[in-house]
């Protein structure tokens, strides 16, 4: 097999070392590499939830997950912790505010807020 120029390194496939080929460039690359080094290609893909390593993306072989529905299962969870920690800080961002503009306003967005705290958007 020909030896290939990969960045600075002059990497042969031979026996000692199994190699694979790129599906999108061609060029040889490590077995255990994840990316192409030529490309930048995903050569290995690894299971969101399990950490099972394999060749091709969509769903797991061995815990079937489908990786895109996982990952957006994630991100709305996450979304949906960030939009309640941001509520929360705004109700005591406002119930700072009506405290401190107290001696201006006498008090009445005070008692609005206090007497009717389910009123949100």
């Known amino acids: 097999m020909q030896p290939q120029l990969i960045g600075s390194l002059l990497m042969v ?4 070392m199994v190699c694979m080929g790129c599906p999108k460039c061609g060029t040889a690359a490590p077995d255990a590499a994840h990316f192409c080094p030529r490309c930048h290609a995903t050569l290995l893909f690894i299971c ?3 950490q ?7 769903t797991c072989d061995q815990c079937g997950v489908d990786f895109m529905k996982y990952i957006g299962a994630v991100v709305a969870g996450k ?3 960030a939009d309640a920690a941001r509520d929360r ?3 005591r961002s406002t119930l700072l505010r009506n405290v401190l503009l107290l001696p201006f306003n006498m008090g009445i967005p ?3 807020q206090l007497l009717n705290p389910s009123k949100r958007d």
């Open 110 to 112: 005070l008692l609005r």
């Open 79 to 81: 979304r949906d912790r």
């Open 48 to 50: 969101p939830s399990c």
């Open 52 to 58: 099972h390593e394999q060749r091709h993306g969509g």
């Open 89 to 91: 800080k705004a109700q």
């Open 13 to 16: 496939c031979s026996t000692k």
